[in-house]
């Protein structure tokens, strides 16, 4: 069964024809879910990996891939976006896998966050928030990046990581009170020590 | 997303200034135009490229093919036009009794033999004369 005949909804559109028309209209919808969604995923990707931008880039480009190929599977039963997020997320699991195999292999650190891109702001200070969020656990650094960086809900999370709410809170706590220790001194108010 | 944010855990004001400052200096720099251009030129390529599965597919489907073009180009060539004589099937079930024309043609040749130890070799002779006396 195709896409296209389950009138799967992409953004505005629906997949509704078939055949040729149908393959076209799924392709036009799905190119415009790209152009809505891929700023948030490789936003998304590189705060999860650490701030790697190029690795962001390629977890955000197989999770597009893969959620094209896979777009018979969608049940419908969440929004798309949401199923796409799940897919990115596992997306960026694998990826840290695969590097932690090839940082035990190359018996590098990895605990070190890869050097942000140059930005404005101060460097020193984005880099004391890098190795701070490096230092949470996976599940403490995804749970708030998700909920507190990216504004999905508690529930959400759960779904997208397959972890219980209970577990999703209780990294939340700790990785806040861990920021909190490391990071004690920032005070928004006032600009950044230098 | 567009759900309540109820079940996100209260954060006192302390926690938010955190927060606030983490969002702020924990964030990837946006996507520049070509940057952008260049993502869904190689997402568009890529999602364009056939699938791994489909590619075992095609690989199997011509290995198939091959398979079968070389099978009916070996029956061709190997069976009998119309008018040609077809080779004599062997007539004898042990491999000692097989006579094919060959044999037929060698005998032909050596021509009739008066006694059947004539054609037997001189050693296989002498030892047919010591056991049996001949």
Redesign the interface.
Known sequence: MTPASRGIEIGAGSLGGVGNAGAAQT?RL??AF??EH??RA??LA??LVG?D?AA??DI??EA??RA??SLHRFRGDA?L??WFYRILVNEVKRYQRWRWVRQRRAAESAEEPPDP?P?A?DPA??QR??R??ARLSHGQREAFVL???E??????VADLTGRA?GTI?SH??RA?RR??EQ?AD????REPAR | MSRERSDRPPLAARERAIVERVAELYAAPPLRPARRVRFDARLAERLAAPTPRRRVLVAASFAAAATALAAAFGLWTFSPREGEEVAAAPTASTPLGVATQDDDAILAMMGPIADANDALPDDYRAISALVIGE
């Open positions: 392709q799905f190119d790209v152009a891929r700023d490789v936003a590189w705060r701030g931008g962001a880039e955000a480009q597009f891939l094209y190929r929004k976006s949401t891109r930005m702001g200070l984005r928030v890098a701070a969020m909920v507190h960086l504004g999905f809900t508690v529930q959400e709410d809170k939340l706590h806040l920021l909190r990071l920032l005070d928004p108010s």
